[in-house]
């Protein structure tokens, strides 16, 4: 509430928010990782934008495929496993080996209370590369879901909107997967 006035949280917790979140949190791990070089014993803000990032990306997927946000709390959480379990029963395409692995490497560290430390060695940088690849991957498989689930309840699909918002989507994707360091 904002002075005792009841917010309207729908909007927020959309599909479509929690796939901008997903994508926004993506490309801040992907922007502050080639601006700093901190080793991961001095700061794992990386490692924890981009696991935030992909909880956002799955829940985007469950919000799409009709789990209210109450479920999402109450039993999925920032359980980066749970979401991805629920999201494959409800037809999320099976990832590919990569994205299974840097889903499962984060997933321990991404707790319900906090995020936790990922151990390193000294002077050791995050592997950032994975973790930006899992969570675009799994956003570029969620658009046509997000997007007929924004028209359901936002407002009338006309084919060129849909279709624009689709591009845009595969746009703003395309450009931050290609910002994603190879491995050497």
């Not at 917790?13 to 001095?42: I, S």
């Not at 060695?121 to 997007?147: C, H, M, N, R």
Request: hydrophobic content about 40%; charged content about 20%; some cysteine.
């Amino acid at each position: 509430m904002v002075t005792g006035i009841p917010v309207d949280e729908s909007r927020r917790t959309a599909a479509l928010a929690l796939w901008r979140y997903g994508h926004d949190y993506l490309k801040a791990a992907q922007a502050l990782g080639e601006q700093d070089r901190v080793a991961c014993n001095e700061s794992q803000v990386l490692y924890h934008l981009a696991a935030q990032g992909i909880e956002f990306a799955l829940k985007s997927y469950l919000r799409a495929k009709g789990v209210p946000p109450a479920d999402l709390s109450a039993r999925v959480r920032h359980s980066l496993l749970e979401a991805l379990h629920e999201a494959l029963a409800r037809g999320l395409s099976q990832p590919p080996v990569e994205v299974m692995r840097a889903i499962q490497f984060i997933a321990p560290h991404h707790r319900n209370d906090q995020f936790r430390y990922v151990g390193a060695l000294y002077g050791e940088f995050p592997e950032l590369a994975p973790l930006l690849t899992a969570g675009t991957w799994i956003l570029s498989q969620i658009v046509e879901e997000v997007v007929a689930d924004y028209f359901a309840y936002y407002g009338r699909e006309s084919r060129l909107g849909g279709n624009d918002m689709r591009q845009r989507m595969r746009a703003d994707l395309s450009w931050s997967a290609s910002k994603i360091p190879t491995p050497q």
